[in-house]
């Protein structure tokens, strides 16, 4: 079901001139109707409808699509809103798009939330109508009309009725409206028979039509925003990091944020025309994909999984990158057909794209392909892949390359858009990334690619002592794209996954064990290196050792082994050389930890252990509670119940 959020707004408020995108307590007031349609995710488009360009202009900073201009028959006085949704729907019919459900928003309403817009959207799979609305705060059976100056009842038969046995009646909340598209056009309004309602609290409603109205709703609108403060902090759990039951793993907010902020400085000051995606299979927690959304990014997935997690915290279909060599069918044509970047890397995906295109002859699809270019002609000893190379993308050398990219250009609306140069190398350098950059202008020169976009993909040092960061990649990347690329014209892609992640997460454990074997001291913590490195690739981890009291009051150790919790041999994470003794009650802190950990961790011996996030305001929040039997057993069954 594809569904578009309309909001009308037009030009010439005659009671408060200017009135929606009049600053409502700091934003422009029609920003908080396109926030809350983003934030639900319920939408493949949020647009505006308007026929005044400063709206236009304010509406698309805020977020939203403007795809055409409002006609004057519905920019009057006495236009009503189905006629403005009938508009709309029919335009968008007109460039080849149809939606199965809408929901037409008013700009004036901000106390709308994304929870709400979610709720009525949910409602028309079962309804073919939603209204919110709110109970009248006073029975309106007990109400007076004046006739000859005096007052009468309107309903004198409730006169002696109690009013907890008056029926209870609701208005409006005029805050939006959601239908499904059939519906609508068969009655030609909204108002159908099988409308059911969301019901409003007062706190949630509040007209604004005059000056005064406007004063009301500012000063109801902070409170009830302090309000939602207070719970926020009492429900972020407040907690003493030292009191944490280790074993945790633990983000720093204002850590991620200096590499989130340092990424996109990097990028407005080299190629000021970019997209940053999150590479979602680095670390999938929750938390740290909305963190992510609410900084701007796209998701970059690479399967229908990743790709439904993604959607249901947030991203928009037109937010995401689908990579990967094996793709689901039914997603490649979602994202696709609602906007999203596709890097195209497998054999099949000709064809699919091939018969999509043929089924939306009046569409124009983009898509990207993934180079598989020997690097190591230009930077020898470089590539990370066995010694036949990577086996990801199209091969430049064969030609398999120029076959697909052939084959996308016979399609008459399919456009080659972009190049995805993603490859691991072993040093992660800047003269790699620039290698790489040079891959890309010589595929756009050689098979005369106007391009979009060029997708640098991720595998970026970040958080490393020594090595390069974002400060350092971004203008070698920039140098070389700038001998073809135009910046206004061509976007730069990047997908930093651990380089994200990294310096901003700790690993906690705890001291539980000493155990002396011959001439070996073991130390045995809580965690293991299931937990810093799942595959066993490592013999090292960055590390600090938090003693317990005064680590010179200690006798120094020559040698100290720390291993981990499980079972296993192997389990063992590294060296103590001459330092003080490690007690029980001492913490091990593994550093640079977030990426390919958190979602990699096996369910082996124990499981998934807490994530807590250390807010910017110094409180901690548990994005992820520890998990026991009871998360283990609920996808497991056993003949006969447990």
Not at 66 to 74: G, Y
Request: proline share 4%; net charge negative.
């Amino acid at each position: 079901m594809t569904s578009v959020a309309i909001i009308t707004a037009r030009g010439g408020s005659k009671r408060i001139p200017g009135k929606n995108i009049r600053e409502f307590c700091g934003r422009p007031i029609i920003a908080y109707s396109i926030s809350a349609a983003i934030e639900s995710g319920a939408f493949d488009e949020v647009m505006v409808s308007t026929d005044d360009e400063a709206i236009a202009e304010v509406a698309k900073k805020a977020g939203a699509k403007v795809p055409f201009m409002r006609s004057n028959e519905t920019s009057g006085d006495f236009a009503t809103t189905d006629e403005v949704i009938a508009e709309v729907l029919g335009a968008y019919k007109e460039r080849g798009i149809e939606f199965d459900r809408f929901c037409c928003i008013y700009p004036t309403a901000p106390f709308i939330t994304a929870k709400r817009l979610l709720e009525a959207m949910k409602c028309l799979d079962t309804h073919e109508s939603v209204t919110p609305v709110t109970q009248f705060s006073y029975p309106p059976q007990r109400g007076f009309v004046i006739e000859n100056e005096r007052l009468v009842r309107k309903y004198p038969e409730f006169a002696t009725t109690r009013s907890q046995d008056l029926e209870k009646l609701y208005h409006d909340s005029g805050q939006f409206y959601a239908c499904r598209t059939d519906a609508f056009f068969r009655d030609n309004t909204t108002d159908v028979d099988d409308m059911v309602p969301v019901i409003l609290s007062e706190d949630e409603v509040q007209d604004i039509d005059t000056f005064e109205d406007w004063r009301i709703a500012e000063e109801k609108f902070k409170a009830l925003k302090a309000k939602k403060e207070r719970e926020a902090s009492a429900e972020n759990k407040l907690f003493d990091d030292a009191s944490l039951k280790t074993p945790y793993y633990r983000i720093d907010e204002s850590a991620l944020d200096a590499d989130i902020n340092m990424l996109k400085t990097a990028l407005q000051d080299s190629w000021n025309n970019y997209i940053c995606s999150y590479s979602v299979k680095t670390n999938s927690l929750p938390w740290l994909l909305a963190h992510f959304r609410d900084n701007g990014f796209f998701a970059e997935v690479v399967s229908k999984e990743e790709y439904e997690l993604s959607r249901k915290i947030g991203f928009r279909a037109s937010d995401i990158i689908y990579n990967g060599p094996i793709k689901d069918k039914d997603t490649f044509r979602e994202v696709l057909l609602k906007g999203g970047l596709v890097n195209m890397d497998s054999n099949y995906e000709p064809e699919w794209l091939k018969e999509l295109s043929g089924s939306h002859p009046d569409k124009t699809f983009n898509v990207g392909v993934r180079v598989n270019y020997d690097i190591a002609k230009l930077i020898p000893d470089e590539v990370l892949a066995d010694e036949e190379g990577s086996r990801f993308g199209y091969c430049y050398e064969n030609g398999e390359l120029e076959r697909v990219i052939n084959k996308i250009k016979s399609l008459s609306n399919v456009r080659v858009a972009g190049l995805h140069l993603h490859s691991s190398t072993k040093s992660r350098s800047t003269e790699a990334y620039k290698a790489l950059a040079k891959v890309a202008v010589l595929v756009a020169k050689e098979f005369d690619l106007s391009l979009d976009y060029v997708d640098m993909g991720g595998g970026y040092y970040g958080g490393v002592e020594g090595k390069p960061d974002f400060r350092d990649y971004v203008p070698a990347i920039a140098e070389v794209l700038s001998e073809h690329f135009d910046v206004n014209k061509t976007k730069l892609v990047m997908e930093p996954g651990v380089s994200m992640v990294s310096s901003s997460f700790n690993f906690v454990t705890s001291v539980i064990d000493t155990k002396d074997v011959r001439e070996h001291r073991y130390v045995i913590i809580d965690g293991s290196r299931v937990n810093m490195n799942p595959q066993v690739t490592r013999r090292w981890y960055p590390h600090r050792l938090e003693y317990k009291g005064e680590a010179t009051d200690r006798s120094v150790i020559l040698n100290q082994m720390v291993c981990g919790a499980t079972c296993m041999e192997y389990d063992r994470m590294f060296p103590v050389e001459k330092a003080a003794e490690l007690k029980a009650g001492d913490r091990v802190v593994f550093t640079n930890a977030g990426g390919y950990t958190v979602c990699l961790t096996p369910l082996f011996i124990h499981y998934f252990p807490a994530v807590y996030v250390k807010k910017s305001d110094g409180s901690f929040y548990e994005a992820r509670s520890p998990w026991t039997n009871e998360e283990f057993m609920m996808k497991n069954h056993i003949q006969g119940g447990f």
